[in-house]
């Protein structure tokens, strides 16, 4: 089992590549501002970013984890792309408007 300090740790931002887009131990603690152009994500969610474009969200708030796999030749998405995703996530669940 994962000691829920070391999981509170891991979340914090300790570096900022840019404003609002935290990175803690793995975990991105912020959400870009193009995507944010599409949805607002509730405070407290993080994700994490892998090759190809892999992408995986954990959004407490809602109960829930979105995980998006791509093929590893792709060339990923644009954070315009994640924030429509999340966006038709979120109204399909009627989380939003």
């Known amino acids: ?3 829920e300090e070391w999981v509170k740790e891991s979340l914090q931002p300790y570096s900022e590549p840019e404003p609002g ?3 803690g131990y793995m975990w991105w603690t912020g959400f870009s501002d193009r995507a944010k152009a599409e949805v607002e ?3 407290g969610s993080f994700s994490a970013r892998g090759h190809g474009g892999q992408l995986a969200f954990v ?4 109960e829930l984890v979105v995980v998006h796999r791509a093929p590893l030749a792709g060339r990923g998405q644009s954070a315009l792309e ?3 995703l999340l966006r038709l996530i979120f109204e399909a669940g009627r989380l939003i408007r």
């Not at 959004?59 to 809602?62: E, G, R, S």
């Open 59 to 62: 959004i407490p708030a809602y």
């Open 1 to 3: 089992m994962v000691p």
């Open 82 to 84: 994640v924030g429509r």
């Open 21 to 23: 887009l935290g990175y």
């Open 41 to 43: 994500l509730p405070a």
